[in-house]
T-cell receptor
């Protein structure tokens, strides 16, 4: 079975400071990894994805994530956050090919402080 | 290019009633998945439809059923509503399997 653990439920950070949101997964097979962002009263927007290839993945809005197979992690980072980055962030995995149902973590609430 | 659209945006029902939620996928997408997001939680996979058939199903009771139409749009039906069914229901579409999913803004279902 697959599972996703987001280690921090809330992360406050000052504007223009760097941030890292942590994600660990467990799976007995190869996985695809995703980060989604959810703004209030909206659906989920894809930030970035790891399907294969380079383990450092760049996404939208200046975010990047690194796939670490040995540590089964896929942490999300941004070097300098903005007020507009305040939102809920979800890490997700899907398994195998041809079957892309997503397993989500419980989310990390990022709050950027002016 | 319209993204994933869901209707209605909000819905209030009482226990025991039945509800139908609707989803139109992003243009060019043929696969539709439904998720339930309870307050303060991550989305949970309900089921996925492809070529008008349920291809995969998560751990949800038979009260949750769905349908996909020839134009790839989809419906989620929930019977005998319980208080615990109150949640945001998200529809996501993709082109085939293994591709990133695009989400709609969801339908907020409240059960009184």
């Amino acid at each position: 079975a697959q599972s996703v653990t987001q280690l921090d439920s809330q992360v406050p950070v000052f504007e223009e400071a760097p941030v890292e949101l942590r994600c660990n997964y467990s799976s007995s097979v190869s996985v695809y990894l995703f980060w989604y962002v959810q703004y209030p009263n909206q659906g989920l927007q894809l930030l970035l994805k790891y399907l294969s290839g380079s383990t450092l993945v760049k996404g939208i809005n200046g975010f990047e994530a690194e796939f670490n197979k040995s540590q089964t992690s896929f942490h999300l980072r941004k070097p300098s956050v903005h007020i507009s980055d305040t939102a809920e962030y979800f890490c997700a995995v899907s398994v195998g090919t041809g079957a892309n149902n997503l397993f989500f973590g419980t989310g990390t609430r990022l709050t950027v402080i002016p | 290019d319209a993204g994933v659209t869901q209707s209605p945006t909000h819905l209030i029902k009482t226990r025991g009633q039945q509800v139908t939620l609707r989803c139109s996928p992003k243009s060019g997408h043929d696969t539709v998945s439904w998720y339930q997001q309870a307050l303060g939680q991550g989305p949970q996979f309900i089921f996925q439809y492809y070529e008008e058939e349920e291809r995969q199903r998560g751990n949800f009771p038979d009260r949750f059923s769905g349908h996909q139409f020839p134009n790839y749009s989809s419906e989620l039906n929930v019977n005998a509503l319980l208080l615990g069914d109150s949640a945001l229901y998200l529809c996501a579409s993709s082109q085939g399997g293994g591709q990133p999913q695009h989400f709609g803004d969801g339908t907020r279902l409240s059960i009184l």
